[in-house]
């Protein structure tokens, strides 16, 4: 009996003791969405700014520096990798990286790598106050402006891009400012970027332009894939190539004059040259800024006016394959 006691008294404990530890975990999960809260009211009872009130003010730092800029001043510092992703954007999903036995990357990684390429520029309020401020001059003006920063921006970009690939190595200096001095990683963002910006606004003055991209694009991955190591190879592809096929394909598609070919309507139908209606650079909040709708109230006076994105949502090897087939015929 008295081991039987002993036993219904332990049972007795160890329930206790979990019943204490669930009441612990569920009073700590009550109190959680409430912390921030409180964090916030000991701040400002010590003078303390809120994350929300630094985050605001950082907006509205960046927004009034864009708001003084010229078109010409906003479009040059679209290699600025310290704009890019700031200063909260999100992109969505997880991005999930697969490799075959050889390294090289699967299609589907492929397409989520594009689309992070193609929403960490849409996510960029100077990508967008140059949009804005192109998209307000006649198309001659905007396509002469765009034109010759995207071929100033190449010719850096190739010089710098061929230094690297000479060296097979892997600069992670590459990836971030230094000085103020132009980066590979930015430079190659600023001409995705203008590349956007020409297929939206259909400016056709520059479709040559974007088809010698192209072709770039085309040898610098077959350079590349002569690289041994499958790191570097990766890295080159993705990191600092000029291959993205969402990109290319809606300054391709967009810039064309040949709108009326029944065969690039039907392409348009079948992979969605989509429009976006986004907010404008001097917005509060972005669809990529994280802000807690109590602090919106910060940048509540700035226009919020609105910008038309067009750009393909997919875009697979064999679909643009098939839209250089078609372009490159009479």
């Known amino acids: 009996m008295r081991k039987a006691s002993l036993v219904v008294i332990l049972v007795l404990v160890v329930a206790a003791a979990v019943l204490a530890v669930r009441h612990h975990q569920h009073a700590r999960a009550q109190h959680a969405d409430t912390e921030s809260a409180v964090q916030g009211v000991i701040d400002r009872a010590l003078g303390q700014p809120t994350t929300g009130e630094v985050v605001a003010g950082r907006i509205w730092a960046q927004v009034s520096q864009l708001e003084r800029l010229s078109e010409v001043e906003t479009v040059r510092l679209l290699d600025n990798m310290e704009f890019y992703f700031w200063p909260g954007a999100r992109i969505g999903a997880e991005t999930i990286i697969f490799h075959n036995a050889d390294g090289n990357l699967t299609a589907a990684s492929q397409h989520e790598l594009d689309r992070n390429d193609l929403e960490r520029i849409l996510s960029n309020r100077v990508f967008r106050k140059a949009f804005q401020d192109l998209s307000k001059l006649p198309k001659d003006q905007a396509s002469e402006l765009l034109g010759r920063e995207l071929e100033d921006t190449l010719s850096q970009y190739l010089d710098m891009f061929n230094g690297f690939l000479e060296t097979r190595s892997w600069d992670v200096n590459i990836l971030s400012s230094r000085n103020g001095e132009p980066v590979l990683r930015g430079l190659r963002y600023k001409i995705f970027a203008l590349i956007l910006i020409a297929g939206s606004l259909e400016l056709t003055d520059i479709h040559e332009i974007i088809r010698r991209i192209d072709a770039i694009a085309i040898d610098q991955e077959a350079d590349i894939s002569r690289i041994e190591d499958w790191y570097t190879r990766m890295q080159y592809t993705n990191g600092v190539s ?28 079948a992979n969605r040259f989509v429009g976006r209606e986004m907010v404008g650079f001097s917005s509060p909040a972005t669809e990529f800024d994280v802000l807690a709708p109590r602090e919106m109230h910060f940048l509540a006076s700035l226009d919020d006016a609105r910008i038309h994105l067009r750009y393909f949502a997919q875009m697979t090897n064999e679909d643009l394959n098939e839209l250089r087939r078609i372009l490159d015929t009479e």
């Open 242 to 269: 000029l291959r993205n096929n969402l990109i290319l394909a809606s300054g391709m598609y967009g810039t064309s004059s040949r709108n009326e070919d029944a065969r690039l309507a039907l392409f348009e139908n």
